[in-house]
């Protein structure tokens, strides 16, 4: 089970969350080094490079048509 340490898994949004980073359209933050923090923000703004990143992977992934 996906675990970001700023929200519990009661949150309404958790299993739309979780969906995005077992399927790689999200990775959450990332240290200096590269290491995963397990860390989602939810209250932060994103960018929109950020925003057509999650965009262009959700599209590749997507099974509509």
Do not use: C
């Amino acid at each position: 089970p996906v675990r970001f340490r700023d929200y519990g898994s009661s949150e309404w949004f958790h299993v739309y969350v979780a969906s995005a980073f077992n399927s790689g359209v999200i990775t959450g933050y990332t240290n200096d080094e590269g290491y995963k923090q397990m860390l989602f923000g939810p209250a932060d703004f994103i960018t929109r490079a950020e925003m057509a990143k999650i965009t262009s992977k959700g599209i590749s992934i997507s099974t509509l048509y």
